[in-house]
């Protein structure tokens, strides 16, 4: 009450003129214009001093050698269309030499070597990777649609900082699992996806070779060229011959890594379709399998959240990598009384997304892998448009050739959708409400993925509720899609098992007796 | 007259809307304010940014040694920044202590471009009775003063006494009359992302025409996190009003990289609207003689020393 006649008296013995009010924009006029005064010119990375061989052969016992029938594919940029170069396409007989060659190296080098020397060779192998991150980050940018700026700054750091991960455990093996000895498994034949060429083999490499396993890796037929690449850093930091053999191919190959009688171990990332075809055919091999498969994440805000970063944890967890992530917080499950608010923000914060060159360090949204990804979104979009979903897009220019999906989600989902239950691998985002904590347990928990999910609230004490309640193998609160080498990542139910980085990544590797 | 007289009117109880106030995720926000930096501006896109940059400087002298041939010299600064082939607009504003604005308004003539901001409200600390505030801000718009830029009883406000800070900020607002009020919330005292974002509201709800994070007395002064806050706030307090807030930072900006960062900042928050000196000023000293030579560079294709830059 003081106050107030403080201001009272005050203001009654002020001369000047009280100010005049702010002219206020009605109401339908109240938006944000993105655009229109000050446009970002064109600054795309230097792609010119990074040339790409024509040809790419088959990384066989330390030396790259031409196809045994001969064969070879293309390999476009799809931002452009235009083809970068031909990859080796491996048959039988080529896993067949690989096999052979990792078992050799097996056997005769890296089995019995000292950990401590493997350890050396896995430092020497992050150090070149640091060196030439640049490079490899363009080339990644180019084979695979990305933004340079994400291939930049965090696929190419993890890259190197998984090597290093792994290199430190590999002369502490035997304090890593307190009890128990471990041993290497022998030969692996690791397959992973096309949406993190590098980053995917860094995670199978590493703790493979650290625990002393040798490897044939077959990367994704649409992102081959940067894990050839990667065999050359392998012959200059000077790993034995046969440790490493990279065989390219598409499905033919992976049956023939996966059916090969020699093989030790299986570790699969990609679709879940392709992950139970594998899982049927080894049923009764004896081979250990380790499958980290696709997801449908549940990203959960409730009303008590810091909206406007929980708005940019939903960008980073559906529009990071074009949504080309397995663990995508691809269902945006907001609670009721903050649903049209967050709405709005997604709006107002997608319209400032650039979608467009990849190499373009300003570019956000990157270039859909493939045709044949591209046309899926497309199927799974109008779908869910068909069963009564609201689209919400960009308003930005497309790119006339290349494959391009504009930032979009979908509101008015129910979980009876298959925009809810589906897959989509692409920048398309299902938003659901809910009106309590358990309810938000319930919708997140109904689905047949559980590989990852997200909270936002202020109440740490409902992160722990939550999290102790979700079947999810990653969860992150107040954040998303944060990674770290020391952190496992893998799934539950169609997602997969086993797990990937930290000690339990290391275990999936070791015979522990 | 009764407070209800009063044109800003006041909620019943602000205590009571304070959690209503979103809060701020710490690691989230600064994440955010990061990923502004990334942003690569070249060519066109920079030369456009750098000379905009310059057109929303507040150039500053705010020292005790200040004297009215220091304020000449920031004065013609501020009309001409230099050589006028690199048709570089003139500076928003120059930013004195309230005795200083005569000279400036003697040196600026009446229809000058640029502004006059006068520091009141017992700047720094604000820790002076309401009554010789008052007379401050009075004086200093008798004087010539276009814009007055208070500072918030942070006391009061770390009291929670928002009710008291409120008070403060409209009858300031009344006192200023025809001349633009910008509330400085010192956020390095304030310290937390949630303080930052409830004294924004409250400055807004108060009557302030701008917002400003600092005084450039205390460290840290103006981040780009703390200004991210303070833009959703505006942004926030747009949709709720139609009233269109500005947005200062304040103390720390010395480079054009950083400038350029802050323009991608409002650009990509509250969109291009506010991307005018009308709604967006960089409260700063130094900044301007690096944002000119990187125009120069820009224009001429090599840098020069600063020895060919007029100081202020």
């Known amino acids: 009450m003081k106050a107030k006649t403080q201001v009272a008296k005050i203001s009654t013995k002020g001369a000047l003129v009280p100010a005049l009010a702010p002219t206020a924009i009605p109401l339908k006029d109240r938006r944000l214009n993105f655009g229109g005064k000050w446009e970002y010119a064109p600054s795309p990375e230097d792609a010119k001093s990074y040339p790409i061989a024509l040809r790419h052969e088959l990384f066989i016992n330390g030396k790259f050698v031409v196809p045994a029938a001969g064969t070879y594919f293309p390999s476009i940029n799809p931002a452009t269309e235009q083809q970068l170069t031909e990859i080796a396409e491996a048959n039988a007989a080529d896993v067949d030499a690989a096999v052979k060659a990792a078992r050799r190296a097996y056997d005769r080098v890296w089995g019995k070597m000292p950990a401590r020397e493997r350890g050396k060779y896995l430092y020497r192998i992050a150090r070149i990777i640091q060196e030439k991150a640049r490079e490899l980050a363009v080339l990644e940018t ?48 690791q397959i992973i ?20 396993n040798t490897v044939v890796l077959k990367p994704a037929e649409t992102t081959s060229i940067t894990a050839l690449r990667l065999a050359q850093i392998f012959q200059e930091a000077g790993l034995p011959e046969g440790v490493v053999n990279i065989v390219t191919g598409a499905g033919a190959t992976g049956a023939a890594i996966v059916n090969h009688p020699d093989i030790n171990k299986i570790a699969f990332t990609g679709s879940t379709e392709v992950g139970k075809l594998i899982a049927r055919s080894m049923a009764g091999t004896g081979k250990h399998l380790t499958l980290e498969l696709g997801g ?54 997608i319209q400032t997304l650039r979608v467009g060159n990849p190499l373009d360090k300003n570019t956000d949204i990157g270039a859909i892998n493939s045709a044949g990804q591209l046309a899926r979104i497309r199927e799974l979009v109008q779908s869910g448009l068909d069963e009564g979903a609201t689209l919400q897009q960009t308003q930005c220019a497309l790119p006339a050739r290349g494959f391009w999906y504009p930032p979009s989600f979908l509101t008015g989902v129910t979980h009876a959708h298959r925009v809810a239950q ?57 954040c998303y899609n944060k990674f770290d080498p020391a952190s496992p990542f893998g799934g539950y139910k169609e997602s997969g098992f086993g797990r990937e980085g930290g000690l339990p990544g290391l275990a999936a590797y070791c015979r522990l007796d | 007259m009764k407070a209800s007289a009063l044109f800003w009117k006041r909620p019943e109880s602000l205590r009571l809307h304070a959690p209503l106030v979103p809060t701020i995720d ?7 304010a990061n990923a502004f930096t990334k942003r690569s501006l070249k060519t066109s896109a920079k030369l456009a940014g750098l000379k905009m940059a310059v057109s929303m400087c507040d150039l500053t002298t705010l020292e005790g040694k200040d004297t009215p041939g220091k304020v000449a010299y920031l004065c013609r600064k501020a009309v001409q920044p230099i050589d006028a082939k690199y048709e570089v607009p003139p500076c928003a504003a120059v930013c004195v202590y309230p005795n200083l604005v005569k000279p400036a308004r003697m040196f600026l003539g009446h229809h000058s471009p640029v502004k006059i901001a006068a520091v009141a409200t017992g700047f720094p600390s604000g820790q002076y009775p309401l009554r010789t505030k008052l007379e401050e801000v009075r004086r200093a718009v008798a004087d010539g003063a276009d814009e007055i830029d208070m500072v918030i009883d942070r ?12 008070d403060e900020i409209a009858a300031t607002k009344q006192a200023c009359g025809a001349a633009h009020l910008k509330v400085i919330l010192e956020t390095g005292e304030l310290v937390t992302y949630d303080n930052v974002r409830l004294a924004s509201e409250i400055a807004m709800r108060a009557g302030g025409d701008f917002i400003k994070t600092s005084t450039g007395k205390v460290s840290p002064a103006a981040t780009l996190p703390v200004t991210l806050v303070m833009l959703e ?16 930072p304040a103390g720390g900006i010395r480079t054009a990289k950083q400038a350029l960062a802050y323009l991608v900042m409002v650009k990509e928050t509250l969109g291009d609207d506010w991307l005018t000196p009308d709604l967006f000023r960089i409260g700063a000293s130094s900044l301007v003689t690096d944002l000119l030579m990187q125009i ?11 020895d060919y830059f007029s100081l202020p």
């Open chain 2, 155 to 166: 006391g009061a406000f770390l009291t929670g006494e928002h009710t008291r800070m409120f």
């Open chain 1, 142 to 189: 180019i084979d695979g649609g990305k933004p340079i700026k994400e291939s930049r700054d965090v696929d190419l750091p993890l890259v190197a900082a998984h090597f290093f991960y792994y290199a430190g455990w590999a002369d502490k093996l035997k304090y890593a699992f307190p009890g128990k000895t471990p041993r290497p498994l022998g030969v692996a034949g």
């Open chain 1, 193 to 212: 996806p096309w949406n993190f060429p590098l980053l995917m083999a860094a995670w199978k490499l590493a703790p493979a070779l650290a625990c002393g």
């Open chain 2, 26 to 32: 710490q690691i989230m926000v600064e994440e955010r």
């Open chain 2, 296 to 306: 120069v560079k820009c224009t001429e294709g090599n840098y020069q020393a600063a």
């Open chain 1, 296 to 349: 449908k994440a549940a990203n959960i805000i409730f009303e008590d959240a810091p909206l406007d970063q929980a708005v940019e944890g939903v960008i980073a967890g559906i529009y990071f990598n074009q949504g080309h992530v397995c663990c995508a917080g691809s269902r945006l499950l907001v609670q009721e009384g903050v649903y049209a608010r967050v709405v709005k923000k997604l709006r107002d914060r």
């Open chain 1, 422 to 478: 589906e897959e989509i691998f692409g920048p398309v985002l299902s938003v659901m409400t809910f009106r309590t904590p358990e309810e938000a347990l319930e919708r997140a928990n109904n689905t047949p993925y559980g590989l990852s999910a997200g909270i936002w609230t202020d109440k740490g004490s409902k992160i722990f509720k939550m999290a102790a309640k979700l079947n999810a193998g990653v969860i992150w609160a107040n």
């Open chain 2, 233 to 248: 706030a505006i942004r926030d307090h747009f949709f709720a009003t139609g009233v269109r807030i500005g947005m200062k």
